[in-house]
C-alpha cells in the first residue's frame, strides 16, 4: 500500500492512503502541538486494533457476543534499550465462555498481521528517486534471469518472463502497481490482490499453483482490464474526455438513432439483433454509453471481427458494459494463449449457469484419477483436515466441455461453495477450480457461503447467477449433492501438442461453438504491448439477462447525473421535477448514489452513503414538504445502515419534524433538552433543514466540473493515461 505523506504546520503529519487522512503531531515536550497522536502511537494502536479485529472474526464466525469481551495492551519497555520492548495483549472474557473458545480466541489473537509482520521482521528499503508519481514498480518479483525459467501448461513463455514483461507494460504507463495481499493457506494454492497505488479502484486478484503463477495470473487480469476499459465500466469519464475525438478506441465508431428512436444501421447484424431486439422494444436511446452521456453524438460502438467469415460487426459499448461484465476478456503472450483463456472462462461461466440452474448432479472425479496430480491431491487433503469435506467434481457434462469443479462443504455453518474452473487441460482445468476456491480467503472466510437449497425457483432466479459470477457466492441446489450423477464421468482432453499447441487449443474451442450453433465475435487490443483479446458470444456468455437493455441499463445515469452533481444549484421547480423522475422511475430506493450516477465518491462522506431514499427525504425538507420527509425519515430509520452520527441526525428530525406538525406543540419548548440530547451543531443541521435555511446537510456542492471529489478524478486520471497512450499511437492529439 502507498502511503504518501505531507508535511503541515509546524510539526504536523498528512498521511494519505485511499480514501483515508490521517494527522499526526507530537507532544508539547517535543516542539509539537499535541494536537494527535504521534506516529509511534499509531503503530502501538495499530497492533491492538489488530489482535481486537481477529477476535472480532473469531467471535462473528461463532455467533459469540462481543459485548463483555475487553483488550488492553501494553509496552513495556527495557530501560537500558528502548528499542527492546514486550508488547502485553491482555483479553477479558465472560466467564461462561468455554475453554475451547478461550482457546480459540487466543489463537485468533496470534494470527494478528500487525505482530507477524513485526515479529518476521520487515526490511526498509530507503532511496531517493526523481519524481514519486512517476516511479511505477519496476518489478513486483525480481527480474528474470534467463536461466531456472518456470514454464507451466498453457503459457508460451516463462513466468519470469511474462511477470518482467507485464510489469514493464504497467511501468509504461505510469501505473504504480502494489500487491496488497498474499494467500498461501493450504499446499499448491496461491492467491494475490494487486491494486494502482493512484487509484485503488483498479485492483486484481490472481491465483496459482505457486506463487509465481498467482503472480501471472493477476497481472494478466490487470492488463486485460485496462485494455477493455473494465476497470471504467459504468463511471463518466468527465467532461474533457467525453468531448474528446475519441472516448473508448481511436477506431470506435458514432451512430446517430433514426428519427423515432430507431436503432441505426450499421450496429450489430441480423444475428444479434435477434438476440438483442426479439420484440421491436430496444430503442438507439437505450444504447448511448454511461461514460461520456453524449446523447447528441450518438452511440458509440466498438468493431468486432466475426469469427465465422471475418466480417466487422459494430457493437455498441453500452451493450457489451450492461450485459457481458469481465466474462471472455483476456491477456496472453500470445494470441492464442489468451483466445484459449477467454474461451474456457466462456464455457466454465456458462457451463456452470446450466449446472446450477438445472440443479445437475455431478460425477465424482474416481481417486485413482485424482492421485495423478499429487499437487491438487495435497491441497484437497488440507482442506478435508481442516474440517471440510471436499468433492471433486467433472463438470464436462459427459466430455462436451472443458470444465472441472471442485465442492466445498462447511459442517461448521451448513453452507456450501462450488468453484469451477475450465481449460483445454484437464489437470490445470481441475486446478484453477482449487485455486479459485481459495483465491482471497482464510479459512474464516469460508463460513460465509449459503446453505444448499431444493428450492428450483431460488436457484434459477438471474440474480443467483449474477453472485455466482462475481464471487460464486450464490446459491446451489441440494440435488447437486446427490451420489447419482445425472451425466458419466469422462477423463476428459482437450488440449493441443507441441509448439503450437495453444493454436490447436483455440481452434479445437472456437469448434466447439461451432458445433453448438454459436457465433463468436473477437476484438484484439494490442496497443499496450500484450495481446488482449475479448470475445463476445451472442445469446451463450452474457452474464446479465438481455432484457436489462431496456428495463435495467446503466445509462439511466444521464436522466439524473447533471441534476444530483448541481443539487445545490437547483430551482424548487427543478428540484420537483427531479423528484417526480425518481418517482416515477419506480427504482429501489435503497440503490445508493454511486451506482445511479457512475461517480465514485469517497465512501466515508455523506455523498459515499447516500442511497435514492435519502436523497428523496433532503429534496422533500428542500420544498418544505415536511409530511413526505417525516414518512422517509420513518423508513430511513427502519433500514438505516448509515454512520451513527447520521442515524442521530435523523433520530433528531424525526423528533423536530413530529413537534413542527403537530399544532399543540411547540418546537422552542422542546429545543433546550433536544441539543442536550443531540448537541448544538446537529440541532442547528436539523432545524435549518426543517425552515429551509439549511439545505442538503452533509452534501458538499459539486457539479458535472466534480469539484472535490478526489477519488473519482483518481479513477478518471487512471484513464487519461490509458487514454493519451491510445492517442499518441493513433497520432492524435
Known sequence: MEIKVNYLDNLRLEAKFDDFTVISDQPIRYKGDGSAPGPFDYFLASSAMCAAYFVKVYCNARDIPTENIRLSQNNIVDPENRYNQIFKIQVELPADLSDKDRQGILRSIDRCTVKKVVQTGPEFQIETVENIDEDAQALLLGKAQGEGATWIEGKDLPLEQT???MTSILADLGMKIEIASWRNIVPHVWSLHIRDAASPMCFTNGKGATKESALCSALGEFIERLSCNFFYNDQFFGEEIAGSQFVHYPDEEWFQPGPNDELPEGILDDHCRAIYDPDGELGGSHLIDTNSGQVARGIVSLPFVRQSDGETVYFPSNLIENLFLSNGMSAGNTLHEAQVQCLSEIFERTVKREIIEQELALPDVPHEVLRKYPDI?????????QGFPILVK????????PVACVALMNPKTGGVFASFGAHPSFEVALERSLTELMQGRSFEGLNDFPAPTFSSLAVTEPNNFVEHFIDSSGLVSWRFFSAKADVDFVEWDFSGSGSSSTEEEAATLFGILEELGKEAYVAVHEDLG?????????????VYPVEDLVW???NMALDYREDILHLHDLSDDQLADLLERLEESQLDDHIDIITLIGIEFDENTVWGQLTILELKLLINLALGQHEEALERVDMFQQFNDNTVERGLFYQALHAVLEITLDDELALADYRHNLTRMFGEATMDAVVGSVKGTVRFHGLTPTSMALEGLEKHHRLIESYQKLHAHRAALAGMR
Open 377 to 385: 491431491l495435497e491441497g484437497v487433503e488440507a482442506l478435508e483436515e
Open 394 to 401: 467433472d463438470a464436462s457434462l459427459g466430455g462436451r466441455f
Open 552 to 554: 435495467d441499463n446503466t
Open 530 to 542: 500484450a495481446p488482449v483479446c475479448r470475445i463476445l458470444v451472442p445469446g451463450y456468455s452474457e
Open 163 to 165: 511477470i518482467a514483461n
